[in-house]
């Protein structure tokens, strides 16, 4: 029995598929401890199955948020003498090129907690000076002083030969300290991004290590599970014997919970991928090569765009560091339905990124939140209705919302009329913010937005996306059956994922000419690199208990013009240089054809799939009229008044059903809201399209 489960910053989400049919639980996210949401979830989701082992699929913001918070562990890092405040230093680049009041952050290690070992190996891997064993023994005697949590180790050029960090690693093991390691963990070059990589990891490390033990051992022992009398699947053997926890990371697959507590660096934006594996799957169940998936939930909005396939990028940055490990290439934005509303000291109207989470959540939650949220705009203008929040089960507070909005207009927007024009500039500058989002990863990149459908999901995704849709032109948005819990459904979708790579920095012999042994011996030699990089990612799951002989294999390169600062991946295939200058004329608009080239790193991916569901499910039925849906009319605020508006059910309407807006569409985990100017059409598999339509 697979459980997917995504914990964000407002809800829990839990997912499980019978016979090819989703059933969804929602409950409060408990950030006192995220654990008890995830076993309620799952006691709730469960209670009426029949015994049966489980395994818990989780997606966890928990990495992403005690790095926000800066809520980890006392860091020691243990690096090349004379590079102990690199860490500090960063890179020359600044985001505010002419403000000179721009205060960084502090770095996650302290001065006092950077120790400098006496070795040396050169670029080329060469090993000029070892550490002594005088220099260990003081190390050791110092971390032992130091009360340190968790250590970082990462010396210069371990990329291009980890000797010297293994024998320093050996040391760092005996003192029974968490230690990351950089030649483990990324062997690549670009000294910072690594540095700043292994001490992320190790500052998250015990934490998340200790969430993910607590939670494999609840699971294992919680009597209100069905799993007390049953075994693990021979396939996933368990020393518990009862209960399995497998994490998602952020490249888009998943890894045993123990590999994710090693590394949990590799899981920052578990919860985003989650969202982009079900809008990849879907969009290729459905015949659609171009899409954008929108995920919209209680703290913020992640967008990706998917051409095909989703991309991935290893340059990517988190609370003003960077991460350097494979992650899909999502943006987000502090927009979601817990955005606390505030003004500025010029009097502007500001929505984001600051979040009411899940306590005390919005006003409407009755949770004790007292700041307007785009929740409570919605609800004011009508989007949103009282009675069928959760399915009925849940009741906001109208009343407590309207009255905190007159309080805020009184308090702090004086030069708003009522609470209904606060609601309506809030939902606006929450889509102006949302609008942006979308341009970075489309018209910013060079893609026409009219050329790509939306997928829309997450808990407020349906709120605002035929909003969005009309503003960038994009020709129809998709809203999948349950989309409050979609990220959580492609987190149990998720294929098992290793990544392996490696710094190589070597130039390409001349790719013209039309017999060329140079390059054919060239192409040999990574054939041969790359056939270690796979060897030693086979044996890593074969160590996690994987069947590494199903692994399909992506082999992919680095590759830049010599000179250049920024490479672009390929696919490795014998005419890899004339992808690349396609490539790069793709995304930088020109291209140098005659100019010498380098390969930078070497990548391999080895994906296991994990068994889904062999299509969608059709939903027949006898009637695809929407009156049967029908479950009353309200007044909803569209354009600049009320509409008489019809609300139904959407599992009442079937496959063919057809409607006009204004409507609003309810269900549990979502609403949707059709404007005026829209069509909704239900798809054979039950997901809501909507248009616009011609005048």
């Known amino acids: 029995m697979r459980i997917g489960v995504d914990t964000g910053g407002t809800f829990t989400d839990c997912v499980i598929l019978q016979d090819s049919r989703v059933r969804i639980v929602k409950v409060f996210s408990t950030p006192d401890d995220a654990a008890r949401a995830v076993l309620d979830g799952t006691r709730q989701l469960t209670d009426h199955l029949p015994e049966s082992p489980i395994e818990i699929v989780h997606g966890t913001t928990l990495g992403t948020n005690s790095l926000l918070e800066r809520r980890g562990a006392r860091v020691a890092l243990v690096t090349t003498a004379g590079f102990e405040d690199l860490i500090e230093i960063g890179r020359q680049n600044r985001p505010r090129l002419y403000d000179l009041n721009v205060r960084r952050d502090p770095p996650l290690v302290a001065h006092a907690m950077r120790i400098g070992i006496g070795e040396r190996t050169g670029a080329d891997g060469a090993i000029l000076r070892r550490p002594s064993t005088l220099e260990l023994r003081r190390l050791r005697r110092k971390l032992r002083r130091s009360g340190a949590e968790s250590i970082a180790l990462c010396f210069l050029f371990s990329f291009a030969n980890p000797q010297n960090e293994r024998v320093v690693a050996r040391v760092l093991r005996e003192l029974g300290i968490p230690a990351s390691v950089s030649h483990e963990m990324l062997p690549e070059f670009r000294e910072y991004e690594r540095l700043s990589t292994v001490?992320?990891?190790?500052?998250?490390?015990?934490?998340?290590?200790?969430?993910l033990a607590s939670l494999q051992r609840q699971l294992g022992r919680d009597p209100a599970l069905p799993v007390k009398r049953s075994r693990a699947p021979k396939r996933l053997?368990?020393?518990?014997?009862?209960?399995?926890?497998?994490?998602?990371?952020?490249?888009?697959?998943?890894?045993t919970a123990e590999r994710a507590a090693r590394q949990p660096v590799r899981t920052i934006l578990s919860g985003p991928a989650g969202g982009v594996v079900a809008a990849a799957w879907l969009a290729e169940r459905l015949g659609i090569a171009r899409t954008i998936s929108f995920d919209m939930g209680g703290t913020s909005t992640d967008v990706c765009l998917i051409d095909g396939q989703p991309r991935t990028t290893s340059e990517t940055n988190l609370a003003g560091l960077p991460v350097a490990v494979p992650v899909l290439d999502v943006h987000s934005v502090g927009a979601g339905g817990g955005s606390l509303a505030r003004v500025d000291a010029g009097g502007a109207l500001r929505v984001g990124p600051q979040s009411a989470g899940a306590e005390p959540g919005p006003i409407c939650y009755r949770r004790g939140g007292t700041q307007p949220t785009v929740t409570d705009a919605n609800l004011l203008l009508g989007r949103l209705d009282p009675d069928y929040f959760l399915g009925g089960a849940y009741r906001l507070g109208a009343r407590a919302a309207a009255d905190a909005f007159a309080a805020f207009l009184h308090r702090q927007a004086r030069n708003v009329k009522t609470p209904h024009d606060l609601a309506?500039?809030?939902?606006?500058?929450?889509?102006?913010?949302?609008?942006?989002?979308?341009?970075?990863?489309?018209?910013?990149?060079?893609?026409?937005?009219?050329?790509?459908?939306?997928?829309?999901?997450?808990?407020a995704g349906g709120l605002h996306a035929a909003d969005l849709a009309r503003s960038l032109g994009l020709p129809r948005v998709i809203v999948p059956p349950s989309p409050g819990a979609f990220s959580a459904l492609g987190i149990l979708l998720s294929d098992i994922v290793k990544d392996v790579s490696r710094s190589l920095l070597a130039p390409v012999p001349n790719f013209e000419r039309r017999v060329n042994r140079q390059f054919a011996e060239f192409i040999r030699r990574l054939d041969k690199q790359f056939a270690r990089l796979e060897q030693d990612a086979r044996e890593e799951l074969r160590r996690e208990h994987f069947s590494s002989e199903l692994a399909r294999v992506e082999r992919r390169l680095d590759v830049r013009y010599v000179g250049q600062a920024y490479e672009l991946p390929v696919p490795f295939t014998p005419d890899f240089p004339t992808r690349f200058h396609r490539e790069h004329e793709k995304a930088y608009g020109y291209a140098h054809a005659g100019r010498p080239i380098e390969v930078v790193n070497l990548r391999v991916r080895l994906t296991i799939p994990t068994a889904k569901p062999a299509a969608?499910?059709?939903?027949?039925?006898?009637?695809s009229s929407p009156a049967r849906a029908l479950v009353k009319k309200k007044p909803v605020w569209f354009?600049?008044?009320?509409?008489?508006?019809?609300?139904?059910?959407?599992?009442?309407?079937?496959p063919g059903a057809r409607l006009r807006g204004p409507a609003v569409v309810v269900e549990y985990s979502s609403t949707t809201v059709v404007p005026p100017d829209f069509v909704l059409n239900v798809d054979k598999f039950s997901n809501l399209v909507l248009s616009q339509h011609a005048h």
């Not at 970075?440 to 990149?445: F, L, T």
């Open 639 to 654: 354009g600049s008044r009320f509409w008489t508006t019809p609300l139904y059910d959407r599992e009442r309407l079937l």
């Open 424 to 459: 309506r500039g809030i939902v606006a500058v929450a889509n102006a913010n949302m609008e942006r989002a979308l341009r970075v990863i489309s018209v910013e990149r060079g893609h026409d937005p009219r050329d790509f459908a939306l997928i829309c999901f997450g808990g």
């Open 199 to 211: 001490v992320i990891n190790a500052f998250l490390a015990p934490r998340i290590g200790s969430y």
């Open 616 to 623: 969608l499910v059709r939903r027949p039925g006898a009637s």
């Open 237 to 255: 053997p368990d020393k518990h014997g009862q209960g399995r926890v497998y994490v998602m990371q952020s490249s888009g697959g998943i890894t």
